[in-house]
């Protein structure tokens, strides 16, 4: 934060390197004190056009401080030399411009190429920038390290950031053992993500928040904008509960009121203090959560050591390191595991923070950035035999200037300069349509891309993008550079500007780059091969219920309508009473879990196998007899759950084919028990029916769970189903109303579960990714394509006097039209080949995550391979028909 | 001649800072050469011609204390050195004894 007193802070590494110019004694000081009295002035009007200012600044401070540092002695040859290097530098300039204007085409399709290629390289760093490179917005971010208990039964012994970024399974109980004896952190606290619904002050609306105890807000030491964070004496029993604001919120739903601070809003039903705003861009645990309530589990007790719902996040006290702080959380749990039978299976993992938010995101942003660079590499190889052709194509006219006196230094730099010319206006195209295509594609990834509000084009991406440009002007301008000195141009002059062009040297290099650009596609495009096909796996898979027709609402009852397990009984028996009444309304139903509306949760739970009682977490849903029905789920053994599976009579469950074959594989399972021990007094209860399996994720397994019966386990958050008659209208609204009527504080939108799948978030980072994926696989394969018709066409145009000779003599044309074409395929064959084996070496290492794909696809190898072949023969048969056509009499008189 | 001899922005520099006096710090030095004489210098050159008319004996500065909106960092404050003065002086009455005779051509040029 600047504060107008502090003066604004310059780009710090633009001050590094004024300061490295100026020196660090009193007079350099004086001199950054100057550039930041100015830099604060300018600031005050545009604080972006300062940030310019100040880079500007230093580049020409670099300049005039060394020259004018110098009493000069006139010098009139120097004076001399620097004329002409800066009028040659001009002419350079002028020269290329013209030059480039006089095949505008070409000029064009460079451009183009490099725009795309620059364009897609500053986009993806963007990302990569902002999610991975960049240090999280938190002082000292290094420090926070993020600890939580696993069961290895899940992930193994080893979990990763991203495996253990997923559970929130630390009981409160441990968490505060965990809190008393931790040395290692300065601070630590506890948080889980909590929905809530506020009231009273405007229409209800249900929120994404967290819980979080006041060790949180310490160890992130973000002060708040606003009042105050949360503190550990809210947690005390019988304490006003309070409720810190995201900015966002603040600004959303109270107009940025200034005076908030003490005012009570309704949450889930509940007066709360509102006590703290915090700061604009502070996003914990992302930038979901728009507030945080103060931690109010008052089961602190041992009696809850099986199952949690809690993270821990903590700040490295001085001197401690990762390693540390993980020797001593291993040690702390094994102690609680020799007191506590309940805890002796867990391991505690602890990971930096910023490893923990991005870890799962890494693989597919480095794929981006890959993909990205390879569209780059592969257009820069295309560029590159553009502009060798053309200085074949102009060796005469470079002849000319040599003899006029130009030396080969100048040649060079003019050369350079007209791939520089070109590689700027890339640079500059590629930079804007990054610019343009960025918000929307961060948009298109909901939810999926940690710290998206961080993501932005600054001066860090643009110094990075500008640097490729050069880079790649360079890199461009240097070929043809070397190229040219290769030339004779005294015999050029002689030749009349025909005859060789190289020879086979020059040949090689136009194929080299040609293989290069196929190899390079290949491997990208059957990577996104690889991608589209789990895609497809994932999509064509069972998902074990019928969506068609069926909507759904999640409904949370508050605590204060509805607390007793009686009234959440008699409240949703009413409600669906209300439901049924609806025209066009079929079925109706209650879940506790749902496909893309609200999903999972794994209680612990004990089963009583053939091998004995085995425990686990297990998923597990509280529904109402009709569920089965309204979803289209099949009862494959036993029965359904009954109207008469009700509070009192036997408790009965209703397990997936996938939890019948993992617990009783070689015995009936009807009739076996389940105890679910995360109640308070846990119950055996006995299996009666096997449904069909479900999947509750797009690209997840089948789901091992157990259904119980909602008459016997009533739940206050439920989603109400609805199968209604195919092109029945109206029935969302009239359900909205329906809740109202009994509740008008609970907030509703019902959707259809179709449009419910369409918006999921694995099925659109899956089908989004693979697009995007497949859309620069094309790109690519379509430069490399155009890379294979500009080598043939440019070496029959450089070989019709040859051909000529060739069919003067009497060579048969259709020995012409193999040449040529035998050309394309022999240069797309060695690059299909040697992208194959790259993409098998690269495939190897995508192979975690993708659905039911084998490393080798022999279809998308087919498909790859086929695709390159054809076009490149498409590509090839143009120059080719030239070759035949040539005809003698006009090949000689053209010399 | 015992003095060192002094350029053209080296006398610009020096007469803005003598018209400044206790207000002479660099960036007032720029705005001055810039609303005075219309020349714009570039901040490098500014610096390196200060330190170069220090180094000749024709300017001096003393270090102050910087305020927060310079982050902290010292300003100089310039003045002109006697022996500056004297400088100055001199190139003035040089260049008066070159004007000298030349009115009547400028003003018929006019």
């Known amino acids: ?895 | 001649m015992g003095r060192a001899p002094m350029g053209e922005v080296e006398q610009w520099v020096l007469l803005a800072v003598l018209r400044l006096g206790e207000e002479a710090f660099a960036l007032n030095v720029l705005q001055e050469l810039d609303r005075e004489a219309g020349h714009v210098v570039s901040r490098g050159s500014l610096y390196k011609t200060l330190e170069r008319l220090a180094a000749k004996g024709f300017a001096a500065w003393e270090i102050e204390e910087g305020s927060p909106a310079r982050g902290g960092h010292p300003r100089r404050r310039f003045r002109v050195t006697p022996v500056g003065v004297d400088a100055l002086r001199e190139g003035r009455a040089r260049l008066m004894n070159l004007w000298d005779g030349v009115e009547a051509v400028l003003e018929g040029e006019g």
């Not at chain 1, 105890?675 to 690209?699: C, K």
């Not at chain 1, 495939?843 to 790859?864: Q, Y």
């Open chain 1, 1 to 895: 934060m600047t504060g107008s007193d502090e003066g604004r802070r310059p780009p710090r590494l633009a001050e590094y390197v004024l300061r490295l110019l100026v020196g660090s004694d009193a007079e350099g000081r004086s001199i950054l004190g100057d550039a930041r009295e100015e830099l604060d002035v300018r600031g005050r009007t545009s604080r972006l056009g300062a940030t310019i200012w100040y880079w500007a600044y230093v580049f020409k401070f670099a300049v005039s401080y060394r020259t004018g540092g110098k009493v000069r002695h006139p010098d009139p040859e120097e004076g001399r030399r620097r004329a002409s290097a800066v009028t040659g530098l001009v002419w350079d300039a002028k020269s290329s411009t013209r030059s480039l204007l006089r095949r505008p085409w070409l000029s064009i399709a460079v451009i183009t190429t490099l725009a795309v290629g620059i364009g897609t390289t500053t986009l993806a760093f963007a990302l990569v920038d902002g999610v991975l490179l960049r240090p999280l917005p938190f002082p000292a971010p290094e420090e926070l390290v993020d600890v939580s208990r696993v069961d290895p039964a899940w992930y193994g012994p080893n979990p990763t950031a991203a495996q253990a970024g997923n559970v929130f399974a630390t009981p409160a109980a441990t968490f505060f053992d965990w809190e008393r004896s931790a040395a290692t952190f300065s601070s630590l606290g506890a948080y889980a993500w909590r929905s809530g619904t506020f009231s009273g002050d405007a229409a209800p609306e249900r929120i994404i928040g967290a819980v979080a105890t006041g060790g949180v807000f310490e160890a992130l030491a973000v002060p708040a904008a606003l009042g105050r964070h949360l503190t550990a004496s809210d947690e005390a029993p019988g304490a006003t509960p309070v409720v810190v604001l995201s900015h966002g919120l603040w600004v959303r739903r109270f107009g940025s009121d200034a005076t908030i601070v003490g005012r009570v809003v309704r949450m889930d039903g509940v007066a709360t203090t509102v006590v703290g705003v915090m700061p604009k861009g502070f996003a914990f645990p992302d930038e979901t959560t728009h507030f945080w309530l103060a931690f109010d589990d008052e089961r602190r007790s041992d009696s809850t050591r099986n199952a949690g719902y809690l993270h821990a996040i903590g700040r490295l006290a001085p001197g401690s390191s990762l390693a540390q702080a993980r020797a001593e959380m291993t040690a702390i749990q094994t102690r609680l595991g020799e007191r506590h039978a309940s805890e002796a299976k867990f391991i505690s993992v602890a990971f930096s923070r910023h490893e923990l938010m991005v870890a799962a995101t890494r693989p597919g942003l480095l794929i981006l950035l890959g993909a990205a660079a390879v569209v780059l590499l592969v257009g820069c190889a295309n560029v590159a035999n553009l502009l060798l052709a053309r200085v074949a194509e102009r060796r005469r006219e470079l002849a000319l200037h040599a003899a006029l006196g130009a030396s080969r230094s100048r040649l060079a730099g003019l050369l350079l300069s007209e791939s520089t010319v070109l590689a700027v206006l890339g640079g500059v195209g590629g930079i804007t349509l990054a610019w343009v295509a960025l918000r929307p594609f961060v948009a298109a990834f909901p939810m999926t891309l940690p710290r998206s509000a961080e993501i932005q084009m600054d001066l860090r991406v643009l110094v990075v993008s500008l640097l490729v440009s050069v880079a790649a002007g360079l890199l461009l301008g240097l070929l043809p550079v070397a190229r040219s000195s290769r030339m004779d141009l005294n015999v050029v002059l002689r030749e009349g500007g025909h005859g060789s062009t190289g020879g086979r040297r020059t040949s090689r290099t136009h194929a080299l780059l040609v293989v290069s650009e196929v190899a390079l596609s290949v491997l990208l495009l059957s990577t996104s091969g690889i991608f589209v096909q789990s895609y497809l796996n994932s999509a064509r898979q069972e998902r074990g219920f019928r969506g068609e027709n069926v909507l759904a609402l999640r409904v949370s009852v508050p605590d204060t309508r509805a607390g007793s397990e009686e009234e959440l009984r008699s409240f949703y028996s009413e409600l669906q009473g209300y439901m049924d009444a609806i025209p066009g309304v079929t079925a109706s139903a209650l879940a506790q879990q749902m496909p893309y509306s609200g999903c999972c949760s794994s209680p612990p739970a004990s089963m009583d196998t053939e091998d004995g009682v085995q425990e686990a977490s297990v998923h597990t849903s509280s529904v109402t007899p009709e569920y089965f029905q309204a979803m289209g789920v099949p009862i494959l053994a036993g029965r359904a759950l009954l109207p008469s599976d009700r509070e009192g009579s036997p408790p009965v469950v209703v397990v997936s084919e996938a939890m019948a074959r993992r617990y009783w594989p070689d015995a009936d399972p009807i009739g076996k028990r389940v105890r679910l021990e995360s109640t308070d007094e846990p119950q055996w209860h006995e299996v009666v029916g096997i449904a069909g399996n479900v999947r509750y994720q797009f690209a997840g397994p089948e789901f091992v769970e157990y259904y119980r019966a909602f008459a016997q386990h009533p739940y206050g958050s439920q989603a109400v189903i609805l199968k209604t008659r195919s092109g029945a209208v109206g029935v969302a609204a009239a359900a909205e109303r329906a809740v109202h009527a009994l509740e008008p504080t609970i907030p509703v939108t019902a959707r259809s579960l179709t449009e419910l799948a369409a918006a999921d978030r694995e099925y659109r980072t899956a089908r989004i990714g693979s697009l995007i994926l497949t859309l620069l696989a094309a790109v690519a394969t379509g430069l490399a394509v155009l890379g294979v018709y500009s080598v043939l066409a440019f070496s029959v145009l450089q070989r019709t006097r040859e051909i000529g000779i060739r069919v003067s003599l009497g060579g048969s044309r259709l020995g012409i039209l193999r040449a040529v074409l035998g050309g394309g395929l022999v240069m797309t064959g060695a690059g299909v080949a040697i992208g194959l084996g790259l993409s098998a070496g690269l495939s190897t290492m995508l192979r975690s995550g993708l659905v039911g794909v084998s490393t080798v696809n022999p279809w998308v190898v087919l498909a790859v391979v086929s695709t390159m072949f054809a076009t490149s023969v498409a590509a090839s048969l143009l120059p080719a028909w030239r070759a035949v056509r040539v005809d003698p009499l006009v090949a000689f008189r053209e010399d």
